[in-house]
């Protein structure tokens, strides 16, 4: 195709010169030029006879002429015979303008008759002047005419310089052969303005100065000149909003414009295409893109909506989500009337009354009566009621404030109530008086008839737990430290912790077969010597004072253990190695070590309510030892804790409860893992002991914030079933000074025993 | 009813009527009253009326009842609340209060008074934690000092006081044992005689509690710590070989030719805790309160408990009585009181729940002759008399400044209680009809 543009090209060039020609060869014939206009008409008459055989030439020319095939080419509606004739007869509807446009050049023209070298192009150009190629050459035309460039070229050939440059001269120029033109005799003034006078059309004339002649301009071109001043279309008949025709037909053609097969690419599948078909089936699976659903149409036919539907509940709700229904007033009453009943209208004092009110709590309206609606006077509050409403529209707040509406109680993990957890200690009924100074330490009797208590006032006291009576006060010199009853209930003996001593005290409360028991064990003869191992350790002596033993320890005792079996009694310094915790055994009053190392220093111990395993915390971790076995330990508990203070077991023996001089409190279940199955911190100052009740599902912490906790810690059997802890009650009641320094469940009651440092035991029953 | 005027509240007529004897009966006339009085106006009206008759009347305080009901508000707040028309003449019913008039002298013991019996009308007998019974015959006149236990006594009990020559009673120790007295109550004398056991009865294991008698004085039972309940043979005869001499093991100074050793008839079985109370209130029955926190009544023949209420807290003691002997009335480690009817099926919630304590309930007691009464001993320093016909206490005793431990009626009319205070307290004159 490009080619053939090419081509067109040149061709153009070659069309002009033919239009010249035409247009040069028809003024020849039609001389002089007073007549051109009849002469145009009849022009135009013969163009149009020209463009009618210019049909009839066509089919010939397809074939024949090079030229006419170009073009052809190059126009659409050459390329189909069927519309040809329609389409030019369009443009031999154009025809007009067209010719309008001839007949500027003509004016120019005209003038060359004269010339010779113009005449020679024409008479070359002459031998092929033929209509055939009129109708194309008039559309070349119409298509050329904007250029000011392609226009007749001029005579003087000077180019566009100053004229001025050649005032002096004879001359104006040259013409094309390179001959000067020479300056005509200008008309003076006078005789110009007398032949203005004479020729009625003389004001159409213009002198060309650049061609130095005189050019008269014809009606059209006048009108034309007009036209451009009212700056229209300088052509009449132009129509710049026509209709746009589409040339090109979109339906299907018979035949391709291309008869090259259809390329390979286009019947293999694109990998391009894959690919992106691809990305879009893995977004969609994502869900990152969102397959909009074909919308169902809706039905048609009108939509049936609920004619009495508040206005607010529907449609606004739906459109908006921060849609805030307006507050509804209230329905106008009687009182609201300008003419209510008299029952409405407030008497004098009730106004008055109005008055002595809070103004929020006054009426806003208060009834009163016209006679008539014209008597009704203007509003008297409008203008600060819209004040205000302006305020509150300038002052509300723009943006809806977005609240998380999350019920506080859901967030509660779910427990189970405290009703259904009774019975547990909540009130504190009996107070055991005495002491002087702190309790340090109590115990309870296996039967739960009597609790022996220590005191920094250096007494142990046994008390009788259902009325409070102290039954018996041994006096020592030191503060007591522990005092543990022994488990046996047929053996009443008391250890006492104080200092380097341990004391073993016959309580006396036993029957008699039991007392001869005890003081045949007590009897002062019998103590062996002690084995070398533990002789740097322990000394064992006879207590003068009450008739007990006592065992001396090389370093203070901080804690003691009786083993449940009540023959064995640990005791738990703050040594190192082998030497912090030994084993005393009563019936031999024999004292060993344990049979292995311990790592830190111990701070208390535990027998395992019924296995031989023994417990030993020392300031951070708890290990399991069994005692049947030498070596390392079984199991190690590490409780995250900085320092335990006190440990107990539950009585199934797989939970061990861990306090904790933080505050804290863990459970642990040992058979779930060696970290705290729960730690529980409750206390804002140190723990100072916990208890886990024989046979209830209790257990408490104490704590130097003078409270003790109360919890409910039940274990299943059920191995996959997770101990419950419910925290139950804090028992308050101790002086703040000092705190709780120990507490003890009742073996057989739910109650709690506490020991206080304001010298005071307490008996929380249920 | 007529209204009078606006500011004299509205006039009921009432008509008082009462079971009490002639200088206490009013005329049974209809008088109007106003509707807002209350005890304390009725008992001023009541006073007055009887005054304008017998010029030396005394003024004595009066208790009303309405359809057996006792009135504790005002006479209009209590017909809204019962809905009872005020249209009719009311017939009110007026009692003697219950209170008492009187505080006799304390009599004061070496040590805690831990137990009080005042079955007999003839003297009081008291138990003390020095290891003493002691027995008086009136306020601060100990006649007779029972001694022989080692360990505090925490019980007593009169076996058989019918004879007028000598009377038995059992003491119950924290040493294991009870022992049985015999002295001669009339014997008057200035300073107080030294009795010693005619009988120990040895069997418990662990501290002896209560201790109660048979109605004919023939068997004890006794509950302990060691979660039985043993019933014994009071009489001195060793006739089936269960009373052992004890001559050698008792060599002391005293002459204990008399002294003998019983052992245990029965055992009943069956708590879990400590039995803390236990009374003998018919022939073979026996009810008895436990730390178990159930209540139990014993077949004696069987030796099986034919009831148990369960009750939550654990008991120190119970008694039986009320309408038939049959209501059930415990208390213990909390402030209620409570009352059970074990003739009505199907239940075993109490029917009555008296909360006017603070502390721990020591002792409770029916009285021995109405159907209505009885009294609460508790920890916090007070005895409350009870009337089942109102919630609230009929009066509130407070001469102890310590704990109660122990309470008793005695004579019909007086109250009797021992407390860690180390007193017997007598509070007299409480008119019970």
């Known amino acids: 195709m490009t080619k053939k543009s090419k081509g067109g090209k040149e061709d153009k060039k070659a069309i002009e010169t033919k239009s010249k020609s035409v247009s040069g060869k028809s003024q020849k014939q039609k001389k002089p030029v007073e007549k051109e206009v009849e002469k145009e008409v009849k ?50 509807g154009d025809g007009e303008s067209s010719q309008d ?21 024409d008479s070359d ?59 005509k005799e200008r008309q003076d003034k006078l005789d110009s303005f007398l032949a203005s006078m004479d020729d009625s059309k003389n004001w159409r004339k213009i002198i060309d100065d650049y061609n130095d002649e005189e050019v008269e301009l014809t009606k059209e071109e006048s009108k034309m000149v007009r036209r451009l001043l009212k700056g229209k279309a300088p052509h009449a008949d132009f129509d710049p909003y026509a209709d746009y025709v589409d040339w090109f037909k979109w339906t299907d053609a018979i035949h391709p414009l291309s008869s090259a097969p259809e390329p390979k690419r286009r019947f293999i599948p694109s990998i391009w295409e894959a690919k992106k078909v691809v990305k879009l089936v893995r977004g969609i699976r994502m869900g990152l893109i969102k397959v909009a659903k074909p919308e169902e149409e809706p039905e048609e036919g009108p939509v049936p909506y609920l004619l009495w539907e508040p206005a607010s509940t529907s449609d606004q709700k739906n459109k908006n989500l921060t849609y805030i229904p307006p507050p509804k007033l209230k329905l106008p009453g009687h009182e609201e009337s300008y003419n209510p009943s008299l029952e409405y209208i407030p008497t004098e004092e009730e106004k ?91 115990s309870t009797d296996s039967s739960g008839q009597w609790i022996a208590s220590g005191s920094t006032d250096g007494s142990v006291r046994i008390w009788e737990v259902e009325t409070g009576r102290c039954l018996k006060v041994w006096q020592f010199d030191e503060a007591i430290k522990f005092v543990a009853w022994n488990p046996l209930s047929s053996l009443p003996v008391l250890a006492i912790a104080m200092g380097r001593d341990l004391f073993f005290l016959n309580t006396e409360l036993g029957n008699d077969e039991e007392q001869e028991v005890i003081k045949e064990m007590f009897h002062s003869g019998n103590i062996p010597e002690p084995e070398a191992s533990v002789a740097a350790i322990v000394t064992w002596l006879q207590d003068e004072l009450y008739g007990g033993i006592k065992i001396r320890h090389f370093k203070n005792i901080s804690s003691i253990d009786w083993h449940r079996k009540g023959d064995y009694l640990s005791t738990v310094m703050a040594s190192g190695e082998t030497r912090g915790v030994v084993l005393h055994q009563l019936s031999k009053k024999k004292t060993q070590r344990l049979p292995f190392k311990i790592r830190g220093l111990p701070v208390c111990t535990l027998f395992h309510p019924s296995l031989s395993y023994i417990f030993v915390a020392t300031r951070k971790d708890v290990r399991v030892y069994n005692l049947l076995k030498t070596g390392l330990a079984t199991k190690k508990l590490e409780t995250g804790m900085r320092e335990i203070s006190s440990m107990a077991i539950h009585p199934g023996g797989d939970n061990l409860i861990v306090g904790s001089k933080e505050g804290k409190m863990c459970w642990f279940d040992m058979d779930l893992s060696s970290k705290p199955y729960k730690t529980l911190k409750n206390h804002p100052k140190d723990i100072t002991n916990v208890a886990v009740h024989r046979s209830y599902p209790l257990f408490a912490s104490c704590s130097e914030d003078s409270t003790a906790y109360v919890f409910h810690g039940k274990v299943y059997n059920d191995l996959n079933q997770n101990p419950l802890i419910v925290p139950l009650e804090i028992l308050r009641g101790h002086s703040i000074k000092g705190g709780v320094l120990d507490c003890k469940f009742h073996p057989r009651q739910p109650w709690l025993f506490t020991a206080g440092a304001d010298s005071i035991i307490k008996l929380y029953c249920h | 009813m007529d209204v009078d005027g606006e500011d004299v509240s509205r006039r009921l007529h009432v008509k008082f009527v009462t079971k009490l004897d002639s200088p206490f009966k009013v005329p049974v006339n209809s008088v109007a009253i106003p509707s807002n009085v209350t005890r304390l106006g009725l008992s001023s009206i009541v006073n007055s009326i009887i005054q304008s008759d017998n010029p030396e009347w005394k003024t004595e305080p009066f208790d009303f009842l309405i359809d057996g009901e006792l009135i504790r508000m005002s006479l209009e707040e209590f017909l809204l609340a019962k809905g009872i028309s005020a249209e009719r003449t009311l017939e009110i019913e007026y009692i003697r209060a219950v209170a008492p008039r009187k505080e006799e002298e304390p009599s004061l013991h070496d040590d805690w008074v831990s137990a009080v019996n005042g079955s007999s009308p003839r003297f009081i007998l008291t138990g003390c934690y020095d290891g003493l019974g002691r027995v008086w015959s009136s306020a601060g006149s100990c006649s007779h000092i029972l001694e022989g236990h080692s360990g505090a006594i925490s019980s007593v009990a009169v076996v058989n006081s019918k004879d007028a020559e000598t009377v038995t009673v059992a003491t119950a120790s924290k040493d294991r044992t009870l022992r049985l007295f015999k002295f001669d109550a009339d014997e008057s004398v200035d300073s107080s005689t030294r009795v010693t056991a005619y009988k120990i009865l040895r069997g418990h294991k662990a501290s002896v509690q209560s201790v109660s008698a048979q109605k004919s004085g023939d068997m004890v039972c006794s509950s ?21 001499p004890v001559k050698k093991r008792k060599g002391n100074n005293q002459a204990d030719e008399s002294q003998s050793e019983g052992e245990a008839v029965t055992t009943l079985v069956g708590h879990t805790q400590c039995v803390s109370s236990v009374v003998w209130p018919e022939h073979d029955v026996i009810y008895s309160a436990s730390w178990d926190h159930s209540v139990r009544r014993w077949d004696v023949e069987t030796g099986k408990d034919s009831l148990n209420l369960f009750c939550g807290k654990a008991l120190n003691t119970v008694d039986v009585g009320g309408e038939g002997s049959a209501l059930i009335a415990a208390g213990g480690s909390d402030p209620i009181l409570r009352v059970w009817d074990p003739r009505k099926p199907g239940t075993s919630a109490p029917v009555f729940q008296f909360s006017s304590h603070s502390s721990w309930i020591s002792a409770c007691k029916w009285h021995r002759s109405s159907w209505y009464h009885l009294l609460s001993a508790s920890y916090d320093g007070k005895i409350m008399l009870w009337d089942l016909r109102t919630a609230w206490p009929l009066s509130i005793i407070e001469t102890h400044n310590d704990k109660v431990l122990s309470a008793d009626w005695w004579k019909g009319e007086n109250v009797i209680s021992g407390g860690a205070d180390s007193n017997l307290r007598i509070s007299s004159g409480i008119a019970i009809s």
């Open chain 2, 224 to 244: 302990s710590w060691d979660c039985t309940i043993n019933l014994w043979n009071t009489n001195q005869s060793t006739s089936e070989g269960e009373s052992v």
């Open chain 1, 352 to 442: 008055a009354s109005y008055e002595l009110m809070f103004e929020e709590d006054r009426p806003k309206l208060i009834p009163t009566r016209f006679t008539s609606l014209r008597s009704i006077p203007a509003y008297g509050n409008a203008l600060k009621e819209s004040f205000e409403r302006c305020l509150d529209l300038y002052l509300c707040p723009r943006i809806r404030k977005k609240r998380i509406n999350i019920d506080p109680e859901s967030l509660k993990p779910k427990l189970p109530s405290r009703k259904d957890l009774r019975p547990y200690p909540n009130s504190c009924y009996l107070e055991y008086k005495g002491h002087t100074g702190a309790v340090t330490s109590i």
């Open chain 1, 101 to 121: 446009e001839l007949l500027v050049h003509e004016g120019s023209i005209d003038n060359e008759d004269g010339d010779d070298g113009s005449e020679q192009i």
């Open chain 1, 125 to 183: 150009n002459n031998e092929e002047e033929d209509g055939s190629d009129e109708g194309s050459d008039r559309d070349e035309a119409v298509e050329e005419s904007d250029s000011s460039e392609d226009e007749v070229a001029p005579r003087n050939t000077v180019g566009d310089v100053p004229l001025k440059w050649y005032e002096d001269e004879k001359h104006i120029g040259y013409d094309i052969t390179g001959k000067k033109i020479t300056k």
């Open chain 1, 43 to 92: 022009e135009e008459e013969e163009l149009i006879q020209e463009s009618g055989t210019d049909s009839d030439y066509d089919g010939d020319s397809l074939s024949g002429s090079l030229n006419s095939d170009d073009f052809n080419s190059d126009i659409f509606e050459s390329e189909d015979d069927v519309t040809q004739g329609g389409t030019e007869e369009e443009d031999g």
